[in-house]
DNA sequence: CGATGCCTTGAGTGAATTCAACGCTTGTGG
DNA sequence: CCACAAGCGTTGAATTCACTCAAGGCATCG
C-alpha cells in the first residue's frame, strides 16, 4: 500500500504530478501498481551535485520529478561535452544499468528530485510488463533521436543556428512539461554550459548570444536565458522543432 | 518450418553466419524459433542505394546479415550529417517503427544484404519474448551510447583526434564482426563519408588525413581507407576503445 | 571589502573554410 | 579506340570563422 510508506516519500505514484500533464500517456491501473511497487525511494540534489559518475556502476535508475539537470562527459584533459538536459518525466541511468559501466555523468543544473527504482527489478518488469518494457525501449529511441538532431547540429550547422537550435531545444522541452502557468521562463544555465553543449568556446558562444539578443530573440538575465521570440529562433535554427504527442515515462 | 521458404531465402535464422561470432550472444532454441517466424525476408542492395529514406514510415525493421551502410541526417541546403555506420548484426528502424516516422536515412557504403522484420510482429515480441525485449533495449541504448562519444568527439576533440577517433572506431566495429581472415581491411567509403561524419570541410579532411597518412598511421588505398597502426590511431584519438562483450542482435 | 563566479569586450592568432584548379581513374558513347 | 564526362583525391591561396589571451565590470557572498 502507497500509504504505508508515505511518510518517506513526498510523492506517491498514484499522485504523480506529472500524470497529470497532457504531455505524458496515460497509464493502466494495472501499469501504475506495477510501478508504485518499482519506485524505491526519492532522492532530491542540490543545484551543482552530481547523480550520477562515469565510469561507476550504479543500482538505481532515476526518473526526474522535478528539476532540471544534464549529462556530459569529460576528456582527460578536462574538456566536456554535454549531451542532453534531463527534463521532468526523463529517465536517467538506463544505459549503465543495461550495459554495466555508466559512460556519462549527470548534474543537477537547479535543484532536483528523483524517483529511484530498483536494477533488480528490471527483470520482472520486461518479464510481466510488456507495455512497459516497449515504453523503456521507446524512451530510449528518443534519446538517440534527440542526439541525431544534435549531432547533425553541432556537426553541419553554423554558430548562430546552432544557439539557435540549442535554445529552442530547451524552451521547447521545457515547456512541454511546464504547468500552464504563463510566467516567463528562464532557462537556469551559464554560458559555459551552452559552450560545452555546443562544441564552441565560451567567449564565441558569449557573443553569438549577444548577437541573437540584438535581434531582440533572446535576453540573458538573472544568470539564465529568456526566450522572447520563439519562432523567430527556430527560423533562425532551421530545426522543425520536436513533434511529441503523449509519450510514456516510468 | 524453415525449409518451406528456403528457396525464397539465402540464410535461415538457424544457419545464420553471424550467430557463429563469438562477438554474438548465443540463442536459446525458444527464442531462435521465434526470430525465425519473425523474419519476413531478405533484402540485398548494391551500393550507393537507399535503404530508408528520412520522414517515411517504414513497415520493416531490419538487421545487417552482410555488407555495410550509414545512417545520416540532411539539412534543407544539402548540408549532410552522418551519425553512424551499421555493420552486420547491427537493426536498423527501429526509431521510426517505435515512433512513428523516420528521423534519418540510410544508405548503403557498399552492396548490403539485410534481414527484413515487420513491424506488426513486434508486438508479440514484447508480450512474449521478455528475454529479445530486453535486446532490443539494450540495442537502442548501445546505439545511444555510441552516439554520445561521437558527440563527444565533434564537439570536443581536435580535428586530428577525431578523425583518429573515427577511423579506430570503424576499424575497431569492422574487426568485431570479421571472420578470422587475416586479409588487410580497407574501409570502403570516400573522404565525403568522413568529412560529413566529422563535421569537418571535405578539403580539411583530406588535409588531416594526409597528416595520418604522413605518420604512417594510416594509407588510403583502392578507394577507401587502411589502418596501419590500430594502437597508435587510438592513442591520438584520446578514446578508450569499445569495450563490448558477446553483444545481442535480433 | 576582498574573494569568487559569471558575463563582456577587444586584440591577435590559429584553425578550418571556401575557391579554384589539376591529375588520375573509370566508364561511356561515338 | 579515342574523346569526353564524371567522380574522387590532392594542393595552394585567400578568406572567414572561431579560438586563445587578456582584461574589466558587475554582481554575490563570506
Not at 134 to 139: A, R
Not at 161 to 166: D, G, H, N, Q
Not at 169 to 186: F, P
Not at 217 to 236: K, N
Request: net charge neutral; aromatic share 8%.
Amino acid at each position: 500500500m502507497p500509504d504505508a510508506v508515505a511518510g518517506k516519500w513526498h510523492t506517491p505514484c498514484a499522485k504523480c504530478p506529472l500524470r497529470a500533464l497532457k504531455h505524458f500517456r496515460e497509464f493502466s491501473a494495472d501499469e501504475l501498481d506495477f510501478v508504485s511497487r518499482f519506485k524505491a525511494g526519492e532522492l532530491s540534489v542540490e543545484r551543482g551535485a552530481t547523480i550520477l559518475v562515469e565510469g561507476t556502476h550504479s543500482p538505481h535508475i532515476y526518473t526526474v520529478l522535478s528539476g532540471l539537470g544534464f549529462r556530459y562527459k569529460l576528456l582527460e584533459d578536462g574538456r566536456r561535452q554535454i549531451m542532453n538536459y534531463a527534463f521532468p518525466g526523463d529517465l536517467l541511468g538506463l544505459q549503465g544499468v543495461l550495459m554495466g559501466e555508466l559512460d556519462h555523468s549527470v548534474e543537477a543544473l537547479t535543484p532536483i528530485t528523483l524517483c529511484v527504482f530498483e536494477r533488480s527489478k528490471l527483470e520482472s518488469l520486461f518479464e510481466r510488463h510488456a507495455s512497459l518494457a516497449y515504453d523503456l525501449t521507446w524512451i530510449a529511441a528518443r534519446e538517440e533521436r534527440i542526439l541525431d538532431e544534435h549531432l547533425l547540429s553541432i556537426g553541419r550547422r553554423s554558430a548562430l543556428e546552432r544557439t539557435a537550435y540549442l535554445l529552442s531545444y530547451i524552451h521547447q522541452r521545457g515547456n512541454a512539461v511546464a504547468g500552464s502557468g504563463g510566467a516567463k521562463k528562464i532557462i537556469p544555465l551559464t554560458q559555459q554550459h551552452l559552450a560545452d553543449t555546443l562544441g564552441l568556446s565560451l567567449v564565441h558562444t558569449n557573443k553569438t548570444l549577444r548577437r541573437l539578443a540584438e535581434r531582440r530573440l533572446i535576453r540573458w538575465q538573472d544568470g539564465g536565458c529568456e526566450v522572447l521570440e520563439a519562432d523567430e529562433l527556430l527560423r533562425v535554427s532551421g530545426w522543425e522543432g520536436l513533434k511529441e504527442t503523449a509519450r510514456p515515462f516510468i
